[in-house]
């Protein structure tokens, strides 16, 4: 394992690489990333570097976001078939119905989606900007893409506007019932409950916050609790007590909170992908130039 970072190390150096990984992804991963975010943070990140070479430790649509994002510069991907359920629950085709259907309204789409979804949208959200994205919006009317309860938690903090909803929904996320959160709260009185919005709307009606996984990061770093129950994929407890190593995080062990796509990225594909140029993203510039104007927008509206 040393001799594997260390040749990490190098290679970065040499090719004037940088490596951002997702707060989902295996400790060691994160342990030698130059950034662990959330979806959002890493878009931004990967906007403003200036490295030639940009590996993104996390599924197939962040790394397209970072190439879209970065154009003339290398994205590697250290595993191709890392993708995500969620976005692959949504069409091109059925947004083009949902826009025919629904004529006035805008479209915002997750970024746990393709390229091709993106460059349909009128703005790409995650889940730390879609509330005050939404809320930005001139529409009244908005179809909200793919998941479901991402969009109604947006619903419900955003009562003005009229959102449409998709029925795509996290694996992971989905299944955790307000039962599975009420007996780990029953065994930790006191614990603090913090919740992703992809957690459907019952279960969310168990949680002291709902945040993103940048939301959680930046709870936590203020201190001001002693024990967390984490309702989101297990990854991020390594994140989090890094940021507070006193306190306590217990995630769900039934059921677990794996994302079987963020786990096959190891360090040992990191270094094969530094060293033989990996997977590198492409995207068709048609789509590409579509799905920048969606993710431009999602980085001026997140004000
Ligand atoms: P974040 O936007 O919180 O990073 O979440 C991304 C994701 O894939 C959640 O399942
Ligand atoms: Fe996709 Fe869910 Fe995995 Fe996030 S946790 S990458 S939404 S499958």
């Known amino acids: ?38 979806s959002f943070e890493l878009a931004v990140r990967a906007a403003d570097s200036a490295a030639e070479i940009i590996v993104l430790a996390g599924v197939r649509f962040m790394g397209e976001t970072a190439a879209i994002l970065t154009p003339g510069r290398t994205v ?10 969620l976005a692959d629950m949504i069409t091109p085709e059925q947004v083009r119905q949902l826009k025919a259907q629904y004529p006035g309204a805008a479209v915002a789409c997750y970024v746990n989606s393709s390229v091709e979804v993106k460059a349909l949208s009128d703005v790409c959200v995650t889940s730390s900007s879609a509330v005050r994205i939404v809320r930005n919006l001139p529409a009244k009317q908005v179809i909200f893409v793919p998941d479901r309860n991402l969009g109604s938690w947006v619903a419900e903090q955003v009562p003005e506007k009229d959102i449409i909803l998709h029925s795509g929904f996290c694996p992971v996320h989905h299944k955790v019932s307000p039962e599975d959160v009420r ?10 409950v913090l919740m992703h919005p992809e957690c459907m709307k019952e279960t969310r009606a168990e949680a002291d916050h709902i945040l993103s996984t940048g939301g959680m990061v930046a709870l936590v ?49 990191i270094l094969r992908s530094l060293d033989e140029g990996g997977t ?12 920048r104007y969606a993710l431009s927008r999602m980085l001026e509206l997140n004000r």
């Open 1 to 38: 394992m040393d001799d594997t970072i260390r040749r990490i190390a190098a290679l970065k150096k040499d090719k004037n690489a940088i490596i951002l990984a997702h707060t989902y992804t295996r400790p060691e991963v994160q342990d030698i990333a130059d950034v662990v975010g959330d």
């Open 76 to 85: 590697l991907l250290p595993v191709a078939d890392a993708g995500c359920p």
């Open 183 to 192: 007996k780990v709260k029953a065994r930790h009185p006191g614990a603090v």
């Open 221 to 269: 770093k203020e201190k001001k609790h002693e024990r967390y129950i984490v309702v989101t994929e297990s990854g991020i407890t390594h994140t989090l007590r890094r940021h507070d190593p006193a306190a306590e995080f217990i995630d769900l062990s039934n059921p677990t909170m794996y994302c079987q796509n963020m786990k096959k990225i190891t360090i040992e594909t």
């Open 280 to 291: 590198a993203v492409t995207v068709a510039s048609d789509i590409a130039e579509k799905a």
